[in-house]
């Protein structure tokens, strides 16, 4: 069976142990480790923490590395919506390397040309999330092919914040969605954030579809290629 490692930035043990939990959901053929960021934030929230987010993720797959299993990893995840440290890990290490940023929208636009807008927390994370898009390429308008980033919308708390009470950040997030998909030209809404895994389910359940977060949609995007 296949060993991939879910690196997370931040610092929180709780979030790594919500990203393994929700990775391995239904994905019998793929096994999921976790380690945590030693320094740093425990939440990813500003330009000063993700900077440090990056060198954190070097230093955490060097200690995954001394307990690694037997046959290595077969791949890794860097567990932040955003990305931090991606192009540098992937210079160092000799397996495929993906970001939860990078790995959710190429899954979401993997089901068809679609106008995407994202919801995450932390006001800051807007301005860093608009530079990350255009430095992917993406540019906060759809292409001739009605593929791209329509909006990013942000609600106040960070996703740790919001999910001190998850009935409450369902809500909140729902209404965001709505909100976004309301935007002319949306066709689907993505939930950004490590710590909201689990929270596209909850939002639909609402009445929020088509509505995904990020860790779902890697998590059965990679299932489907394992199957």
């Known amino acids: 069976m296949p060993q991939w490692l879910v690196v997370n930035p ?3 043990e709780t979030v790594t142990q919500a990203l393994v939990h929700h990775l391995s959901v239904d994905t019998p053929r793929r096994r999921w480790h976790g380690v945590t960021a030693a320094f740093g934030a425990p939440y990813i929230a500003d330009e000063r923490s993700y900077c440090i987010a990056g060198h954190a993720v070097l230093d955490a797959w060097e200690r995954a590395q001394a307990a690694a299993p037997p046959q290595g990893y077969a791949g ?3 567990g932040c919506f955003g990305d931090p440290g991606l192009e540098a890990l992937r210079s160092t290490t000799p397996v495929p ?3 939860l940023a990078e790995a959710s929208l190429q899954a979401l636009w993997a089901q068809g040309p679609q106008r995407v807008a ?3 927390g932390g006001a800051a994370w807007k301005p860093m999330l ?3 898009s255009r430095a992917q390429g993406h540019a ?4 001739a092919h009605g593929v791209g980033i329509t909006d990013i919308h942000v609600l106040p708390g960070s996703g740790a914040q919001l999910m ?3 009935e409450q950040a369902a809500q909140a997030l729902a209404a965001a969605c709505t909100q976004a998909l309301d935007v002319p030209g949306t066709d689907a809404v993505l939930i950004g954030g490590a710590g909201l895994a689990g929270m596209g389910a909850r939002v639909r359940a609402l009445g929020g579809a088509p509505v995904w977060d990020c860790v779902e949609l890697v998590r059965d995007a990679w299932a489907l ?3």
């Open 76 to 78: 890794v995840l860097v």
């Open 164 to 166: 001190q009470s998850p």
């Open 97 to 99: 390397v993906r970001g």
């Open 10 to 12: 931040n610092t929180s």
């Open 140 to 143: 906060l308008a759809p292409d």
């Open 225 to 227: 290629q394992s199957a």
């Open 118 to 120: 994202i919801v995450t």
């Open 130 to 132: 608009q530079r990350w």
